[in-house]
């Protein structure tokens, strides 16, 4: 389940702790991105993301752990990491009278360096006008804004916290081929997202933290055989109510309409519905892999 790291990995920590007052954010927490990897970084709400993020930025201290980004040590070289790192948060705050254009030029300012042919390549390809003043914006053209300056940024790693919030379908459509255009350059990117979809198609490894601790990490396709088998049947309601019956003598639960019965089990459990579904005879069955979405929600209706 483990993913092969080496010291280059761009992001690396160990035992992190954070507290605030008496709250546990971080309790132990473990985290390493590949160089070149797509990291998914999931949990639900108040698992730990966004603080684990600030401290990867240097803006909260850790009370324990070690944490390495680039090779150094946020709490004492934040200046000089973040030249280095693109992030975009889920809530883009900007200076409400520049206009987009001026917003992408003090951002490129700050940072020192900046790749001025493909900033307009990003513009065009998220439709953003960048004459118009922050404070007309929606919250999509925020994010647009904050989206072209980090991609546009000739940076090694991104850190991404709920990237494409606000944006339309098109322009998430937009967001995704240009992250992965960025990984086939070698770009490393920690991508926080509550859009599951997004992860399975953007990520070659993923992290699901809850209470501020790791309970699955692992390269992608590790984590959708750790899920549960997805059995679906169809038939008449007569027919599947003898199905859950038999299921039900046999200690399965499962989710019953008129004319779909699902459940999830455990692999070692597959011949105990099979076996049910051959006695009554339903001949309409699928069966595979639970996706990731399963998976994390496994996690997050047992932290609720």
């Known amino acids: 389940m483990t993913t092969t790291i080496t010291d280059d990995s761009p992001v690396r920590v160990r035992s992190l702790v954070k507290r605030f ?19 998914g970084f999931l949990g639900p709400n108040g698992a730990g993301k966004s603080t684990t993020i600030r401290i990867l930025l240097g803006l909260h201290r850790p ?16 200046s000089s990491i ?3 790192i693109s992030y975009v948060p889920g809530d883009v705050a900007l200076w409400p ?14 940072r020192g360096r900046r790749d001025r042919a493909h900033e307009d390549e990003l513009v065009e ?17 925020r994010q647009k804004v904050a989206l072209v300056a980090a991609l546009a940024a000739p940076t090694r790693l991104l850190v991404l916290d709920e990237p494409t919030s606000g944006l339309d379908p098109l322009m998430e459509r937009a967001f995704t081929e240009e992250i992965a255009c960025a990984a086939a350059q070698g770009r490393t990117v920690l991508l926080s997202s509550h859009i ?33 088998t997805r059995i679906e049947l169809r ?11 038999e299921l039900d003598e046999r ?31 339903v001949t309409d069955v699928s069966c595979g892999p639970a996706g990731l979405e399963d998976l994390f929600l496994r996690h997050y209706e047992d932290s609720r």
């Open 21 to 39: 007052g008496r709250l546990t954010a971080l309790d132990g927490l473990d985290l390493e991105v590949a160089a070149g990897q797509v990291h």
């Open 235 to 245: 038939a008449d309601g007569r027919t599947l109510g003898r199905v859950a019956a």
């Open 196 to 228: 599951l979809a997004e992860v399975q198609r953007l990520c070659s490894a993923v992290t699901i933290i809850k209470q501020g601790r790791v309970v699955e990490h692992g390269d992608l396709e590790t984590l959708r055989r750790l899920a549960l």
């Open 63 to 78: 009370d324990a752990g070690s944490v390495r980004v680039l090779g150094r040590d946020p709490a004492r070289e934040a």
């Open 125 to 141: 390809r998220f439709d953003l006008d960048p004459s118009k003043k922050v404070r007309t914006y929606s919250k999509g053209n």
């Open 251 to 281: 200690g399965v639960l499962a989710d019953r309409t008129d004319e779909l019965l699902s459940v999830q089990v455990e692999s070692a459990l597959v011949p105990r519905v099979m076996g049910a579904v051959a006695t009554c005879r």
């Open 82 to 84: 973040n030249r280095e």
């Open 97 to 110: 009278n520049l206009t987009g254009g001026q917003v992408l030029d003090a951002l490129a300012g700050l």
